[in-house]
């Protein structure tokens, strides 16, 4: 996909979640709820694909950037959304409600990227199994720090959140996700990121700082992890750490996995039909997990 056909693809996507979100209120409420959990597996999904699959390496922690970007957002909007509300029109204002809820997502977004950089700045000098390791026990760290910060709730959750995730939102950031790692991967950039995947050790013989490369697919990936916690936390209305476990990062390396390695649209595909597996499942309750 060429930088001018994506771009394409970007304001078509967007126009279509717009136009569609015009009608959500309409939607069968488990219907929106598959949906729009299916925009937000699509943005984990990709962000971890330009870690694992265009770069190369192995990372369990995608969860902890999801929830470090969920609960920051959400105690953004839950004790700063008030008097920006008010001071921007009231809670009626679409445009002030459209720009606090965007504030908050870039506000997780941007915490989950730092949480990113000091997670990957020490931790990326390794590779295979011992990343796989660091990056999963830091993702344990973080769900037992918010078990145990009561100031977010602890083990009993954040409650509270407000209900600002819509249609529009989730599939915006979505087609903003794909948008970005297509035009990445074809910049220099991408042609460094693929070098370190092929062979980081040629790529270091040739001049090539493959931590630098590393570091930025990483922070990224954290980035759009964030944001798509932010998203997650404003629908659910709901966080609590347990929701951020291995398992939460294991199944998006799953979609990684089976959309194939490096390949957005695949993973895009893998993420849709991992999401609706599961709901098309149900009747089968006892044999769901094996089958799945």
Same mark, same amino acid.
């Given at each position: 996909?060429?930088?001018?056909?994506?771009?394409?693809?970007?304001?078509?996507?967007?126009?279509?979640? &717009? =136009?569609?979100?015009? &009608?959500?209120?309409?939607?069968?409420?488990?219907?929106?709820?598959?949906?729009?959990?299916?925009?937000?597996?699509?943005?984990?999904?990709?962000?971890?694909?330009?870690?694992?699959?265009?770069?190369?390496? !192995?990372?369990?922690?995608?969860?902890? +950037?999801?929830?470090?970007?969920?609960?920051?957002?959400?105690?953004?909007?839950?004790?700063?959304?008030?008097?920006?509300?008010?001071?921007?029109?009231?809670?009626?204002?679409?445009?002030?409600?459209?720009?606090? +809820?965007?504030?908050?997502?870039?506000?997780?977004?941007?915490?989950?990227?730092?949480?990113? %950089?000091?997670?990957?700045?020490?931790?990326?000098?390794? #590779?295979?199994?011992?990343? =796989?390791?660091?990056?999963?026990?830091?993702?344990?760290?973080?769900?037992? /720090?918010?078990?145990?910060?009561?100031?977010?709730?602890?083990? #009993?959750?954040?409650?509270?959140?407000?209900?600002?995730?819509?249609? &529009?939102?989730? !599939?915006? +950031?979505?087609?903003?996700?794909?948008?970005?790692?297509?035009?990445?991967?074809?910049?220099?950039?991408?042609?460094? %990121?693929?070098?370190?995947?092929?062979?980081?050790? =040629?790529?270091?013989?040739?001049?090539?700082? @493959? @931590?630098?490369?590393?570091? $930025?697919? +990483?922070?990224?990936? =954290?980035? !759009?992890?964030?944001?798509?916690?932010?998203?997650?936390?404003? %629908?659910?209305?709901?966080?609590?750490?347990?929701? %951020?476990? !291995?398992?939460?990062?294991?199944? /998006?390396?799953?979609?990684?996995?089976?959309?194939?390695?490096?390949? $957005?649209?695949?993973?895009?595909?893998?993420? /849709?039909?991992?999401?609706?597996?599961?709901?098309?499942?149900?009747?089968?309750?006892?044999? #769901?997990?094996?089958?799945?």
């Amino acid at each position: 996909m060429t930088i001018a056909r994506s771009k394409i693809v970007l304001v078509v996507a967007v126009l279509a979640a &717009f =136009a569609v979100s015009q &009608f959500s209120a309409q939607f069968n409420p488990y219907f929106l709820d598959v949906t729009l959990g299916i925009g937000i597996n699509i943005i984990l999904a990709v962000s971890l694909n330009l870690i694992n699959g265009y770069t190369g390496q !192995f990372s369990l922690g995608h969860a902890g +950037f999801m929830a470090v970007g969920g609960y920051a957002s959400a105690m953004f909007t839950i004790h700063w959304g008030p008097p920006v509300l008010a001071a921007l029109g009231g809670e009626k204002s679409v445009f002030a409600v459209s720009a606090l +809820f965007l504030g908050a997502l870039l506000l997780g977004g941007l915490l989950a990227a730092v949480t990113g %950089f000091l997670v990957g700045a020490p931790s990326l000098r390794l #590779r295979g199994d011992y990343l =796989a390791i660091v990056t999963l026990g830091f993702g344990e760290i973080i769900r037992v /720090i918010l078990q145990n910060t009561e100031s977010v709730g602890a083990s #009993r959750g954040l409650t509270g959140v407000p209900a600002y995730t819509t249609l &529009f939102w989730t !599939f915006a +950031f979505a087609a903003l996700t794909i948008y970005v790692v297509v035009c990445l991967m074809k910049s220099t950039y991408g042609r460094g %990121f693929i070098a370190v995947h092929d062979d980081e050790i =040629a790529a270091e013989a040739m001049g090539i700082n @493959t @931590t630098r490369y590393k570091i $930025t697919a +990483f922070v990224l990936g =954290a980035f !759009f992890a964030g944001i798509a916690g932010g998203l997650y936390g404003h %629908f659910k209305q709901y966080l609590n750490p347990d929701g %951020f476990n !291995f398992m939460k990062s294991f199944d /998006i390396v799953v979609m990684v996995i089976l959309g194939g390695m490096g390949n $957005t649209v695949g993973v895009v595909i893998a993420a /849709i039909l991992l999401t609706i597996l599961p709901e098309v499942l149900r009747p089968v309750a006892e044999y #769901r997990m094996i089958l799945y």
